[in-house]
C-alpha cells in the first residue's frame, strides 16, 4: 500500500474517526479545525468527543497524526484533502453548505499540482458535487478530481464501522481521483460500491431515510399493540426473522435522535420538495417520531394525572449509549414538555453534556441513577445504558415517592418490575 498525505477539514466526530482511522491504516493526516480550542486539547493528548477506543487510536498513531489550525501546514504535501465539516439544516430546512463552500474556497492556496482529489464525508445535498467541481475550476484547480466518499459510521462504534464497514462508496466523475480514494482503504476488508457522485450523495441520505422509516415503523407497530393487546416484542422479533427484513433497527422506543437520522431526513425531504415532489413516506416517518418522543408524556399523566409539581426522573440523557452527544436527543424534548407541564425534572446520564440554556439549565442533574430516582413521582428510560440494567430496582422502587417507571426503550423485565413493586409501562408491551 503506498502511503499517503492526507489533509483532513474538520475535527468532529467524522473529521477526527477518518483522520485517526485514515493513520491507523498507515497514512499520514493533517486535521484542521477553525475552533483554537477543540485543537488545543488535541495537542494536549486528549479527545474533546466520547468514541470508544478513538483516543488510544490517536495516541498509537501520534507521528503519523497532527492537530493544527494553520491552513499552510494542513495543505503542504497533502494529495488528498477530506471535507468533513457539519452541515446543520438551514431555515429553510435545506443543509447548509456554508462550511463546506469555505473549506473548498481555502483549497487555492494548496501548492501547484500537490492536491490531487477532494473527497467529501460530510452528508450534502445530491448535486452539491457538480457545484464543487465549478468552484474547484474557477480557484485554479481544475487538475483536481472530487470524490463523494460518504462516512456510515455510527456514534459508539464509529472505529469498527470504518475500518469493518459492510461497504466502501465512491461516488466518481474521474477515474483516476476515484481509484485514488479507493486505495486509501487498502487493508480493509469491504465491498467497493463506484458510480457517479449525484448517486453516491443519494446512498448516503436514502440509507438513513431507510434506517428512520424502520424505527417509526416498529414505533407504529408498538403503538397498535398497545391498543390491542399484542405484545410488540414478540411481535417484531418473528418479524425480524423474515431474511427478507431483518431485525436490525426494528424495535420501538422514544423516537430517534442524533446529528444524522433527523437533520439528514429533514434534508431529504426538503430536497424533495425542491424538486415539486412531496414525499409522503418520508414526512410520515418523521412526524411518527416527532409524536413519539412526546407519547412519554401522555404514560406520565395516565399514572399521574396533572404533572404539575411533580418530581420527574429522566434516566438517560445521550441521544443513545456509548456517547455524549446530545443533538436532537428525545430527553431534550421530554425535558421541554415535562417543564412547561410545570414538573420538576431531573435527570442522570453517565457521558452528556448538554448546551447551556433551556431546558437543561432547570434540569436538576444527579450523579447516579439512585440519586435522580430517590424522591420522584416518577421515572422515564430515556437511553438504554447498561448501568441501568444493572441497577438495583429494588432500592430504587424504595427510595421514590411513588414507583411510576416508563421504560421508553424496553429495557426492562417488566414481570419483574411489577413483582418489585413498580407501577411499570412500556412501549408496545402489554
Not at 481521483?177 to 436514502?206: C, F, Q, R, Y
Not at 424534548?333 to 452528556?352: C, I, N, Q, S
Request: net charge negative.
Amino acid at each position: 500500500m503506498a502511503e499517503r498525505r492526507i489533509a483532513v477539514f474538520g475535527a468532529g466526530y467524522i473529521g477526527l474517526v477518518t483522520g485517526a482511522c485514515l493513520a491507523e491504516l498507515g497514512h499520514h493526516v493533517t486535521v484542521r479545525d477553525i475552533d483554537p480550542e477543540r485543537v488545543r486539547i488535541l495537542l494536549a493528548g486528549d479527545v474533546p468527543i466520547h468514541e470508544p477506543g478513538l483516543g488510544d487510536m490517536i495516541a498509537r498513531n501520534k507521528e503519523r497524526l497532527t492537530f493544527t489550525q494553520d491552513l499552510d501546514r494542513t495543505l503542504t504535501g497533502a494529495e488528498i484533502a477530506y471535507v468533513c465539516v457539519d452541515t446543520p439544516p438551514s431555515a429553510s430546512g435545506d443543509a447548509d453548505l456554508t462550511r463546506v463552500w469555505a473549506v473548498i474556497r481555502s483549497l487555492a492556496a494548496a501548492p501547484d499540482h500537490e492536491l490531487r482529489a477532494v473527497a467529501m464525508k460530510s452528508t450534502v445535498p445530491v448535486g452539491t458535487g457538480a457545484r464543487a467541481r465549478v468552484l474547484l475550476d474557477e480557484i485554479g484547480l481544475s487538475h483536481v478530481g472530487y470524490v463523494s466518499n460518504p462516512e456510515f459510521t455510527a456514534e459508539g462504534r464509529a472505529i469498527t464501522d470504518f475500518l469493518a464497514p459492510d461497504r466502501i462508496v465512491i461516488g466518481q466523475d474521474d477515474d483516476t481521483a476515484g481509484a485514488l480514494v479507493a486505495a486509501l482503504h487498502t487493508g480493509i476488508d469491504a465491498p467497493v460500491a463506484t458510480m457517479d457522485v449525484k448517486s453516491a450523495e443519494m446512498v448516503k441520505l436514502a440509507s438513513n431515510a431507510l434506517l428512520a422509516t424502520k424505527i417509526s415503523f416498529a414505533n407504529e407497530i408498538a403503538t397498535l399493540c398497545e391498543n390491542t393487546g399484542a405484545n410488540v416484542t414478540e411481535v417484531l422479533g418473528a418479524v425480524g426473522m423474515d431474511h427478507r427484513l431483518g431485525a436490525h433497527f426494528l424495535r420501538p422506543g422514544i423516537g430517534w435522535g442524533g446529528s444524522c437520522f433527523p437533520k439528514d431526513s429533514e434534508a431529504l425531504r426538503q430536497m424533495a420538495s425542491n424538486t415539486g415532489f412531496h414525499p409522503q413516506l418520508l414526512t410520515a416517518v418523521i412526524n411518527v417520531n416527532n409524536i413519539q418522543k412526546r407519547r412519554a408524556i401522555q404514560h406520565l399523566k395516565d399514572e399521574l394525572g396533572d404533572l404539575a409539581g411533580r418530581h420527574v426522573a429522566l434516566l438517560g440523557m445521550a441521544f443513545k449509549p456509548g456517547t455524549d452527544d446530545m443533538r436532537e436527543a428525545p430527553s431534550t424534548v421530554l425535558a421541554g414538555r415535562l417543564l412547561a407541564e410545570g414538573a420538576h425534572v431531573r435527570a442522570w446520564d453517565p457521558l452528556a453534556r448538554p448546551a447551556a440554556g433551556e431546558p437543561w439549565d432547570s434540569v436538576t442533574r444527579f450523579p447516579t441513577p439512585l440519586h435522580a430516582l430517590a424522591g420522584a413521582d416518577a421515572a422515564v428510560i430515556v437511553t438504554e445504558w447498561p448501568e441501568l440494567a444493572e441497577l438495583d430496582w429494588t432500592e430504587a422502587c424504595t427510595g421514590m415517592r411513588t414507583p411510576i417507571l416508563f421504560d421508553g426503550r424496553n429495557l426492562l423485565d417488566p414481570t419483574r418490575l411489577r413483582e418489585i413493586g413498580f407501577r411499570y409501562t412500556s412501549v408496545g408491551r402489554p
